[in-house]
């Protein structure tokens, strides 16, 4: 039975959710640690049904306690086992496998993984599957959100203190997907003690390491200060530079200030290996012998080391600017930064496209505008030179002939997931394989797939369509879109780079309404995105094959915001920030 929530409130106390259904649902809340349910008292009124939790008497005359309790649907005796699953629910499965594998020691996961093992292929015996239905007999399936209430989940938290305000019960709404991808919302539930000292916390494992690297900086960066100024390129989440990186760095050799300037390099991934005490010191060690310090994206080492003040730290954010939220535009949801110990805060500058996008990245890294540097992307000063466009389509059309014998289109998604670690994209929820592949047979194109790098999983492209869908992750996206015909992409800012092309760029965002409520978007789509959009996998494949792209002219406003003044952007950081030079435009006017 179909449910949809319609509208979720507060009265006092009282948790009031409203859903339409053809006929009496019984909501509940589900906490899957304890595996208890809490009903909901229901008021029915045709199809609509109102259900009320207490939160002050949540359960056994108390308050409902501590924890995510997922909302959801209770399955009967008759449903909660493997055969009725495999036969109505299969999905079912799927989420107890993914339990039974987090139940699996440590070690034997890791080796499972390392054999390219995951919680889909390991052998559970039905026995195992059956009984972990059993014991979690519960369905956010039949459950959908009305789209006006996905933009204000998150909104709908609400504290209520006790005791002269010493402690506070605080609730709130987190939206998520489960394994399948299918969206589901918990309700959390946290007691809280007020905290005179906010920057102070409770001495954890995490808490020693800060205390420990800090300590150790400070001594480290004693011994190590060199006296030629030293310029180091420092990365933690990859293991060579960005285009960003890289331009800075090769321009100050052009210009011959590697001999002004010792040049130093450290490149490592702490997200997919695992890290020692060693590799930590090494990172710290070459921060403490430089005087200024490049890094691009996220470097969780400066959640432990504060830089002096004799050091400029700068970002040099490779992106210009996308749709999802990111840093502290997330503040308050999941994966939202610490306000108080967070690398975003360290920086002395960081770069960004131009004027208008300071406002937007003040937010993301919570610093003051004055810290953000309009030099433009320097990954970009030659993305325009019709030498390098001319090789780029000379390499490409040489390595794969078909090319140039259709039409090409590009599919550049971001991922999905809170971060690196947990990086994915839902290929088969959201791509038709065979419809995509039957348009590219009729209008003889070639679908690209250049995956976000984060994700580690290539597209599961059947043998049968490889010949029209091919994955070439591998390959720079910069150099692919110069033999496109048009861009697919959703949250990413990929398509900043597209518009100074001026190509075309179709935005498919299939799950718009859930990842604006799980991620948070900092622009709404609907209103920002300089091309057509599809919701749906025909819709893609309709507007791909019509060609409707191209009666969809790009927003002029955004097309001035997102040009880059060409061939000067590593010159403007080089002048401004390692020179010391007064670089008209760069810094904001007082």
């Not at 595996?35 to 949540?58: M, Y």
């Not at 800012?493 to 179709?506: G, T």
Request: one cysteine or more.
């Amino acid at each position: 039975m179909q449910i949809v929530i319609e509208d979720i409130s507060w009265e006092r106390a009282f948790l009031h959710i409203t859903y339409r259904s053809d006929c009496p649902g019984k909501l509940m809340l589900f906490r899957t640690k304890t595996k208890v349910f809490i009903p909901l008292s229901e008021q029915r009124d045709g199809n609509v049904t109102k259900a009320t939790l207490n939160l002050a008497q949540g359960f056994d005359r108390e308050p409902l306690g501590n924890g995510e309790w997922i909302i959801c649907q209770r399955l009967s005796e008759e449903e909660a086992n493997i055969e009725w699953a495999r036969k109505n629910a299969p999905f079912l499965v799927d989420l107890a496998r993914k339990r039974l594998w987090g139940e699996l020691p440590k070690r034997k996961k890791r080796l499972q993984t390392a054999q390219g093992v995951d919680f889909s292929t390991y052998s559970f015996s039905d026995e195992e599957i059956s009984g972990n239905i059993a014991e979690y007999p519960f369905s956010t399936h039949n459950i959908t959100y009305a789209p006006q209430l996905m933009g204000k989940l998150t909104e709908l938290s609400h504290a209520f203190r006790y005791v002269k305000g010493a402690y506070a019960i605080v609730a709130f709404f987190i939206p998520s997907v489960d394994v399948t991808d299918y969206f589901f919302v918990e309700f959390s539930v946290d007691y809280f003690v007020r905290n005179k000292r906010p920057r102070r916390r409770k001495l954890t494992k995490r808490q020693i390491e800060r205390i420990v690297f800090a300590a150790y900086y400070k001594i480290a960066r004693q011994f190590l200060k060199s006296k030629k100024e030293k310029v180091l390129f420092l990365k933690e989440n990859g293991d060579s530079p960005t285009e960003n990186m890289a331009a800075i760095r090769d321009r100050m050799r052009e210009r011959g200030l590697d001999g002004d300037f010792c040049i130093k390099e450290r490149y490592r991934n702490t997200f997919t290996t695992r890290q020692n005490l060693g590799s930590w010191l090494k990172d710290i060690n070459a921060i403490a012998g430089s005087k200024y310090i490049f890094i691009d994206d996220y470097c969780p080492v400066f959640n432990f080391v504060v830089p002096d003040e004799d050091t400029v730290l700068t970002q040099v954010w490779h992106a210009g600017v996308g749709f999802k939220s990111v840093g502290y535009a997330r503040f308050g949801i999941k994966g939202s930064p610490d306000p108080f110990q967070c690398a975003h805060r360290r920086y002395d500058y960081a770069l960004v496209g131009n004027e208008h996008l300071r406002e937007i990245y003040s937010e993301v890294f919570g610093i003051g505008e004055d810290a953000l540097l309009a030099t433009g992307m320097p990954r970009l000063d030659h993305f325009l030179d019709e030498s390098r466009i001319t090789d780029a389509k000379k390499r490409l059309y040489a390595e794969y002939p078909w090319m140039q014998e259709g039409r090409v289109i590009v599919f550049a998604p971001t991922f999905r997931g809170s971060g690196q670690a947990t990086a994915y994209y839902p290929y088969q929820e959201y791509l038709d394989f065979h419809a995509l592949w039957e348009m590219c047979e009729r209008t003889n194109s070639y679908f690209v797939v250049e995956m976000h790098h984060f994700v580690q999983e290539p597209p599961p492209i059947p043998e049968q369509y490889s010949n029209r869908i091919i994955d070439l992750s591998h390959e720079s996206l910069n150099d692919l879109m110069y033999v496109s015909a048009v861009l697919v992409t959703d949250y990413s800012s990929c398509f900043y780079d597209c518009l100074l092309l001026q190509k075309p760029i179709v935005f498919y965002v299939p799950d718009k309404d859930e990842y604006s409520a799980i991620r948070g978007v900092q622009r709404p789509v609907d209103q920002m995105a300089p091309g057509i959009i599809c919701e749906t996998s025909s819709d893609l494949v309709g507007v791909l094959e019509n060609e409707s792209y191209a009666a969809v002219v790009p927003d002029a406003s955004m097309m001035d915001r997102g040009f880059e003044r060409s061939g000067l952007a590593a010159d403007r950081v080089i002048d401004a920030i390692l020179l010391g030079n007064e670089v008209p435009g760069v810094k904001a006017s007082n």
